[in-house]
């Protein structure tokens, strides 16, 4: 079992920052994909970026290409989501996922096994 704990979530106005936490524990060697998911009110989760940390590859969704990064500390078993240049249409509860199988489309809610309870992020212009 993996367990996933999302954080850094908060109000914040455009422009900003802000880098989100996701700590990973319970079996997370086991662990092939970490990736990010954002839902905003009446649409659909979307998946903004993943990471392959056995290899360091990472990919994002073209929306959101440019004003994200995610990366992953090995030692503190935590994957990270910097978010800068906040836009109001980021407003979105993030959720972290894991999986435990080698996918073929990191950013699809499909490919993933365990999911962190989200953590809300707040924009106003």
């Known amino acids: 079992q993996v367990h996933l704990v999302e954080s850094g979530g908060g109000s914040v106005q455009a422009g900003r920052s802000l880098r989100l936490s996701c700590a990973v524990s319970?079996?997370?060697?086991?662990?092939?994909?970490l990736g990010w998911f954002r839902q905003a009110p009446g649409k659909e989760r979307e998946g903004v970026a993943a990471?392959?940390?056995?290899?360091?590859?990472?990919g994002y969704a073209g929306s959101v290409k440019g004003r994200l990064t995610i990366s992953h500390d090995n030692a503190k078993n935590t994957v990270y989501l910097q978010i800068f240049s906040l836009k109001p249409d980021d407003t979105a509860m993030y959720y972290c996922?894991?999986?435990?199988?080698?996918?073929?489309?990191?950013?699809?809610?499909?490919?993933?096994?365990?999911w962190g309870q989200g953590t809300q992020v707040t924009v106003s212009s």
């Open positions: 996922a894991a999986s435990r199988n080698s996918v073929n489309r990191p950013l699809s809610s499909g490919s993933y096994n365990y």
């Open positions: 319970g079996n997370s060697s086991s662990i092939k994909y």
């Open positions: 990471i392959y940390p056995g290899a360091g590859s990472t």
